[in-house]
Structures are given as structure tokens and as C-alpha cells.
């Protein structure tokens, strides 16, 4: 076990010998996991961070208290995040991710050949070195020479930047706290600016079951901006509600490909999850129409 000093962080609590995980971070809802064994934990300059190793879920990386990513299920949302938009830009060759500490998107953006660059900001080098040395299920150790990693605010790093990236990753956390400014209008104007005159972008865009509103807001801050934009969905077992969205955001049309370019590793994404991905709950179809 490694923390600073010998005391548990409050998120953390020992139940009839047991060792346990609560999140606490929403008003009427509690989820709970037992954990086998506190692998890293230790406050950075922006949170504090952990990497737990759970009985269910296997090692998960831990943000103030909330679960980001696990071994067993964080490849189906880093798959989701790139191969996705990455089938509607064929020709991309600079991509950016923004935040993706885990090294799980840009794990799975190197398996492209085509892409020449993929600028990674995150803004806690806490979370990366302790995924990368900690988490490999979902890091797998990142070091393709082509993934640049600059610790700093993605929120600054796009500000100024123009017609650089053919597809910019937006992999944030919940809107609190750092990542708030990820989800703002103006961050999205430069995220805009920031890309070529053919690209595209994505962003999470949190529960349709319980963030629906920040669904809605999302998806029409890109629609400001961009004349292509879709949301899709994956079921992800470790996120409160299991069905969680992602919103691309694109200055070409979406068209769908005759025949994908996915590789062929993929736990989770086929030709089929892509095509069938895009097909929304009548619910969410309703909210996005709704004016």
C-alpha cells in the first residue's frame, strides 16, 4: 500500500474486516466496491488520485473519490471514443486527445498507422505516470514514439490554435472541478478552430440516464458549431447507469463507411457495435429534437 501518512483517504472505509470504495458524488446515489488492496494512492496538485485494486472490476483508476476506469470494463469506453470517430475520417493524420489520463484512448488511437501525430494533454501527471505503471490493463504501458505527452489545461493548450488536428478527442471527467471548462461553449469554439477544414471531434457526453441535461446542452453547443453532429451510445458496466453517450461534432458529413477500418484487437467496437451504435432510445432521440 502506498499513501501519504497511515491514514485511509475518506473515501475508504473498512466494513467487518472488509476494505471498501463509496462514491459519494451524487445526492441519492451511493455505489459501493470491495477492494482487495490499495495499490497507489496519493494527492496531486489537482486531485487525489488512487489506483485500487477491486474484486469485481479488477484495478481501477480513482479521482477524488469516483471511479474513471477499470480493467475489465475501460476498454469498451476507449474503444468507443476513438475507433468511432476514426471511421469517418479515413485521412486523419494529427489527432489530439484532451484529458485521457489513463492512456486508454490514445493506447487504441496508435493502433492506426495513418495517424503521423497524436497530442495528448492531460492536465495531472500524477494520473498517467500511476496508470502507466500501475493500471496496463488500460494503459498498456504507452510509449508509441508518436504520442506526445504534454502535462498542462487542455482549455489553454487549444486556445490560439488553428487548423491543426483532423480529429480532436475530448476524454474528460464529470463536469466538475478541472474538467468543468471541458464542457463550456467557448472551449468548444476553439476546439472548432483548433481543427482542420475537413475535421471532426468527440467528446463524452455523460449519462442519458442521469445527466440528460448535460447531454442536451452538449449536444447543442456542438450543433452551434458544427453542421454534422450525432450522439451514440455504449453500455459501460463501472458508470453509474451502465448507458453512457459520446457526441461527435464534424465539419464533413458523416457518412457512413462501406466497410469499417477498425483493427481487428478490439474487445468491444465491430463493424456491427459501430453501425448500430447511433441507433438512440426514443427518449434521447425525443430530448435531442426537443428545441
Known amino acids: 500500500m502506498k499513501h501519504q501518512g497511515n491514514a485511509l483517504p475518506p473515501y475508504l472505509h473498512w466494513d467487518n474486516g472488509e476494505l471498501w470504495l463509496t462514491e459519494d458524488d451524487r445526492d441519492n446515489l451511493k455505489i459501493s466496491y470491495r477492494i482487495k488492496e490499495v495499490i497507489f494512492a496519493e494527492p496531486s496538485e489537482y486531485q487525489h488520485v488512487m489506483i485500487l485494486d477491486s474484486h469485481d472490476f479488477g484495478r481501477m483508476l480513482v479521482l477524488d473519490g469516483v471511479v474513471q476506469t477499470t480493467s475489465i470494463d475501460g476498454h469498451i469506453y476507449n474503444e468507443m471514443i476513438t475507433h468511432v470517430p476514426l471511421q469517418f475520417h479515413p485521412d486523419a493524420k494529427q489527432a489530439l486527445i484532451i484529458g ?111 445527466h440528460l441535461d448535460i447531454l442536451t446542452r452538449t449536444y447543442r453547443n456542438i450543433r452551434e458549431l458544427f453542421p454534422h453532429v450525432l450522439v451514440y451510445t455504449a453500455v459501460v458496466p463501472t458508470y453509474p447507469g451502465g448507458l453512457w453517450s459520446f457526441t461527435i461534432g464534424s465539419k464533413r458529413p458523416l457518412d457512413f463507411p462501406a466497410q469499417t477500418a477498425i483493427p481487428n484487437d478490439t474487445k468491444y467496437v465491430n463493424d456491427a457495435v459501430f453501425r448500430q451504435c447511433f441507433a438512440l432510445p426514443e427518449f434521447l432521440r425525443s430530448a435531442l429534437e426537443a428545441k
Open 100 to 210: 485521457g489520463g489513463d492512456c486508454g484512448a490514445a493506447r487504441e488511437a496508435a493502433k492506426y498507422a495513418r495517424l503521423e501525430t497524436i497530442d495528448m494533454v492531460e492536465i495531472d501527471e500524477k494520473v498517467v505516470r500511476a496508470c502507466k505503471e500501475h493500471l496496463p490493463a488500460v494503459s498498456g504501458n504507452l510509449s508509441d514514439p508518436r504520442v506526445q505527452f504534454i502535462y498542462g489545461d487542455g482549455v489553454a493548450f487549444v486556445q490560439g490554435k488553428e487548423g491543426v488536428y483532423d480529429v480532436v478527442m475530448i476524454d474528460s471527467s464529470d463536469p466538475v472541478g478541472p474538467a468543468e471548462a471541458l464542457f463550456s461553449p467557448e472551449f468548444y469554439t476553439n476546439v472548432h478552430r483548433a481543427l482542420k477544414e475537413d475535421g471532426l471531434m468527440v467528446c463524452q457526453s455523460q449519462s442519458p440516464i442521469f
